[in-house]
């Protein structure tokens, strides 16, 4: 079974920055998967804002664009989220997946609290 583990959010002000990570425990992390970063703040639906494929391609949702960066290790399998010029708007719960055919369970997420 797949294990998702998140980490690095928490409450920062507008303006700052976060560092998130996301361990995937699999047998063996293909560098061939298409990963993603997702979020979803209150009352809204899951939305991805950042992916990269196996060969490094990146794309980011209109709404991070310019201000948030996708990163992988796969000798570490990790996935990283550098997160600048905060938004209170990106407050939201953000988890790791792949893009396509979703591991599943999903993890836990990490909080991000982004204040005005």
């Known amino acids: 079974q797949v294990q998702l583990v998140e980490s690095g959010g928490g409450l920062v002000q507008a303006g700052g920055s976060l560092r998130l990570s996301c361990v995937v425990s699999?047998?063996?992390?293909?560098?061939?998967?298409?990963m993603g970063w997702y979020r979803q703040g209150p009352g809204n639906q899951r939305e991805l804002v950042a992916s990269?494929?196996?060969?490094?391609?990146?794309n980011y949702a209109d709404s991070v664009k310019g201000r948030f960066t996708i990163s992988r290790d796969n000798t570490k399998n990790t996935v990283y989220l550098q997160m600048n010029s905060l938004k209170p708007e990106d407050t939201a719960v953000y988890y790791c997946?792949?893009?396509?055919?979703?591991?599943?369970?999903w993890g836990q997420g990490t909080q991000v609290t982004v204040s005005s």
């Open positions: 699999i047998g063996k992390f293909s560098g061939v998967y298409t």
């Open positions: 997946n792949r893009v396509t055919s979703a591991f599943t369970p």
């Open positions: 990269i494929s196996g060969a490094g391609y990146t």
